[in-house]
C-alpha cells in the first residue's frame, strides 16, 4: 500500500513537472511592447521569472521587435521566439549590469562583462524558435579594444542540458555563443552571422563537455567555431557535424586558450569557404594543455588562406592570478580523412616543438589546388615562434607549396595529391626532424624542373611507397646529406630523366633558442658541453644567480634544460620564500617557461635558485631568460 501510495505520488509530481514545463507565458502579457523603441527587458525578465517560480515552461516572444539590454535565464526555461519576432541588443550600456560570474576562467572580466542572454548554473535551458537575436553590433559597439567594453550576445556559465535550435543569431557586438564550463549541449539548426570588426566570433566551446553542433551556417568576422579551454578543464567529447562555415578568422579552431587541453572531438561533413587570412582547421595548444584523438573527416574547403594547422607553443599563459602553468602536455592521434581543398593560397604545417614532437598524426585521401606562389626562405631559417601567438600566418614563406612539417613523430601520409601553380618553384612537401614518416601514394604537381618534389632534412626511418610527382623534376626526393638515416623507397614511378633520389648539401641550423627578444638573461659559463652549450649538472647542485627586476607585470622565467633520463623529471625554482615546480619530460635542449607568481612595481634584483626535485637528477640547464608576459591580451 505504501509503495502504491509513493508511486501515486511521484507520478503526480512528474506530470505537474512536464507540465510546468510545457506551460506558456508570453512576454506582452508581463508588458513587453515590442516596438522596437521601448526597452522590454523587465517586462521579458518578469515572464522568465515567472516560469522559473512555477517549475518552468515556454517563454514566447511574439511577432515585434523588442530592445532588451541584459536577460537573465533560468531552471527549466525555453526562450521561444515566434517567427517575425526579434531580440535587439540595447545601444546604451546603461541597459546592460555588469556581470562577474564565479566559475574560474581567464575569459572572466577581461573579454566581456556585459551580456545580452546570461546564466550561470541553470539547468535544462533553452533558445528555440524562428525568429531573430541581433547584437546591434553593426552600428553601436565599434571600438575593438578594450574587448570587454562590448556586450556578448549568448553567455552560458556552468550550465547543463542546453539545447539551442533553429533561431538566426545576427550582428554580436562580441562573441555570439560562448559555452564556457556547460556539458551536454546541442545546437542545431541555427545560423549566425557578423559583419562588423574585432572578435566576433561564432561559437566559442570554452571547457565544455559533451556538446553537439549540427546543421549549422556561420558567417563571422572572427573564428566561426572556436575550442577554448581557458581554465584546467579539459573541452572533450564535442562533435561538429553537417555545418557550413566562413569566416574573417579561422573556420574550426582549437587552442587559442588551451590550459585544459581537447580530447575526443569529431569534426564531419563540413563546408568551408572564404577564409581569407586564416585557416580553415587550425588545432593547437600553447598553454600547457593536451590534444588528443582528434578525428576529421568528409571537409570541403574553397577559398582558403591556410587548409590546415597543427601546432604545440610554448606560450604557457596563467589563466588566474596566483596560477601558472608546470608543464607542456602532448599532442597526438589525430586523424584527417577525406579532405578536399580548392583555391588555396599558403602550405598547410604540422610545426612540434624542438624538444617536444607532435605525434601520430595521420592523413588519408587529401587533395588540394593552389592558387598562388611565394618566394621561399631556406630551410634552415624557419623561425622556431615558439612563443607567440599561435596561427598559421606566424610562418611565412615555408619552404613547401603544400605541407611543410617540422617536429613530429609518427607521420603517415596516404592518397594525397597536391597541385601547384605555374610559378611556384618550392617542393610540395618538406619534412624536417620527423621520424617514422610513412608517405604511401604521395603524388604533388611541380612546375619547375629544377625543384624536388618532397625535400627531407634531419629525418630518420622513412617509407615511402607509390609516390610520384606530376610534371618531371629532377628529383622525387632531396635529402641533406648525413642528416637523414634509415630512408626506405620502394615502387615509386620514376619518369624519364628523373631519379628517385637526390642528395644535398646539409644546411646548419642556428639560433635554435634565441629567436624572441629579451633583455634579461643569464648564462652558464662552466660546465660540460652538451650539443653545443654550456651546461649546469643539478644533480645534487643547485643553479644560483641573481637577475635585475626591471620589468613591470607578469614576468616569465624561461630556462633551457633537458633531462637525459627517460623518466620525467621536476625542477624547482626558489626565490624570495617562493617555490615553482616544472615538469622536465623531454631528453633534448627546450624552454621550460615558468610564470613567476610574484610581481614587482619597483627595481629590484632577486636571487634565484634552481634545484631537482630528485635526489639522483639527470637534469642539465643551460640559460636562464626573464621576458615579460602580456597576459591582459585577449583572443
Known amino acids: 500500500m505504501r509503495k502504491s501510495i509513493l508511486l501515486f505520488v511521484s507520478t503526480v509530481c512528474l506530470s505537474g513537472l512536464l507540465l510546468n514545463a510545457n506551460a506558456q507565458y508570453d512576454v506582452k502579457t508581463f508588458g513587453a511592447t515590442g516596438d522596437g523603441l521601448t526597452l522590454d527587458t523587465r517586462s521579458i525578465q518578469s515572464a ?7 517549475g518552468g515552461g515556454i517563454v514566447e516572444i511574439p511577432v515585434g521587435t523588442y530592445k532588451i539590454g541584459t536577460l537573465i535565464l533560468k531552471d527549466n526555461i525555453n526562450l521561444h521566439l515566434q517567427t517575425g519576432s526579434v531580440l535587439l541588443g540595447s545601444p ?21 562583462k556585459y551580456f545580452m542572454i546570461f546564466a ?3 539547468h535544462n535551458i533553452s533558445i528555440t524558435g524562428e525568429g531573430t537575436i541581433n547584437g546591434n553590433g553593426l552600428e553601436n559597439y565599434q571600438l575593438t579594444r578594450p574587448q570587454n567594453l562590448r556586450p556578448f550576445m549568448i553567455r552560458l556559465v556552468d550550465c547543463k542540458m542546453i539545447s539551442i535550435k533553429d533561431v538566426f543569431l545576427l550582428e554580436s557586438a562580441n562573441w555570439t555563443l560562448h559555452l564556457l564550463g556547460c556539458t551536454d549541449v546541442n545546437i542545431d539548426g541555427i545560423m549566425i552571422k557578423t559583419t562588423a570588426e574585432g572578435n566576433r566570433d561564432g561559437i566559442d566551446i570554452d571547457a565544455s563537455q559533451r556538446v ?30 553537417n555545418c557550413i562555415l566562413s569566416s574573417g578568422g579561422s573556420a574550426i579552431k582549437a587552442g587559442t586558450e588551451s590550459n585544459g587541453g581537447f580530447k575526443n572531438i569529431s569534426i564531419s561533413n563540413c563546408v568551408i569557404k572564404d577564409i581569407d587570412n586564416h585557416a580553415g582547421i587550425e588545432l593547437m595548444t600553447v598553454d600547457g594543455g593536451i590534444m588528443q584523438n582528434i578525428v576529421l573527416e568528409n571537409l570541403t574547403m574553397d577559398n582558403v588562406a591556410t587548409p590546415l594547422f597543427i601546432r604545440i607553443g610554448l606560450r604557457s599563459r596563467p589563466y588566474k592570478p596566483g596560477q601558472y602553468v608546470s608543464k607542456i602536455d602532448d599532442v597526438k592521434d589525430i586523424y584527417l580523412n577525406n579532405i578536399t581543398v580548392i583555391n588555396a593560397k599558403l602550405p598547410s604545417s604540422i610545426i612540434g616543438l624542438h624538444h617536444k614532437k607532435i605525434k601520430n598524426i595521420s592523413i588519408n585521401n587529401y587533395s588540394v589546388r593552389y592558387v598562388e606562389s611565394q618566394e621561399s626562405r631556406p630551410y634552415n631559417e624557419v623561425p622556431f615562434e615558439e612563443f607567440s601567438y599561435p596561427m598559421a600566418i606566424a610562418f611565412k614563406n615555408l619552404p613547401a607549396y603544400g605541407l611543410y612539417c617540422r617536429n613530429v613523430e609518427d607521420l603517415h601520409l596516404e592518397n594525397v595529391s597536391m597541385y601547384s601553380v605555374n610559378s611556384e618553384t618550392r617542393p610540395a612537401l618538406t619534412f624536417d626532424r620527423v621520424n617514422d614518416l610513412e608517405l604511401i601514394s604521395v603524388k604533388a604537381e611541380i612546375a619547375d624542373q629544377s625543384a624536388t618534389m618532397i625535400h627531407l632534412r634531419n629525418t630518420e626511418n622513412v617509407f615511402a611507397s607509390f609516390c610520384r610527382s606530376r610534371g618531371v623534376s629532377n628529383s622525387i626526393f632531396e635529402i641533406e646529406e648525413n642528416t637523414c638515416s634509415n630512408l626506405h623507397f620502394s615502387n615509386n614511378i620514376i619518369q624519364d630523366g628523373q631519379v628517385e633520389t637526390a642528395t644535398v648539401e646539409a644546411l646548419p641550423d642556428e639560433h635554435l633558442f634565441n629567436d624572441f627578444p629579451t633583455e634579461i638573461k643569464y648564462s652558464v659559463d662552466k660546465g660540460e658541453n652538451i650539443q653545443g652549450l654550456t651546461a649546469h649538472d643539478l644533480n645534487g647542485k643547485a643553479l644560483s644567480f641573481n637577475l635585475d627586476m626591471t620589468k613591470r607585470g607578469s614576468l616569465q622565467l624561461r630556462l633551457l634544460i633537458l633531462n637525459d633520463s627517460n623518466k620525467p623529471e621536476k625542477v624547482l625554482v626558489k626565490y624570495e620564500g617562493i617555490t615553482q615546480e616544472f615538469r622536465i619530460d623531454w631528453n633534448e635542449w627546450g624552454w621550460a617557461p615558468i610564470t613567476l607568481l610574484k610581481q614587482y612595481d619597483k627595481d629590484k634584483k632577486v636571487d634565484f635558485e634552481i634545484v631537482s626535485a630528485e ?9 636562464v631568460y626573464l621576458h615579460y608576459q602580456d597576459i591582459a591580451f585577449t583572443d
Open 48 to 54: 522568465i521569472d515567472k516560469a522559473h517560480e512555477n
Open 92 to 112: 546604451d550600456y546603461q541597459d546592460y549590469p555588469e556581470i562577474i560570474h564565479n566559475f574560474d576562467s581567464r575569459t572572466n572580466g577581461l573579454y566581456a
Open 120 to 122: 550561470e548554473g541553470a
Open 212 to 241: 553537439r553542433i549540427a546543421n549549422c551556417q556561420i558567417i563571422a568576422t572572427d573564428d566561426a567555431i572556436v575550442m577554448k579551454a581557458s581554465c584546467e578543464v579539459v573541452s572533450q567529447d564535442i562533435t561538429i557535424t
Open 615 to 623: 635526489q639522483n637528477s639527470s637534469l642539465k640547464i643551460a640559460k
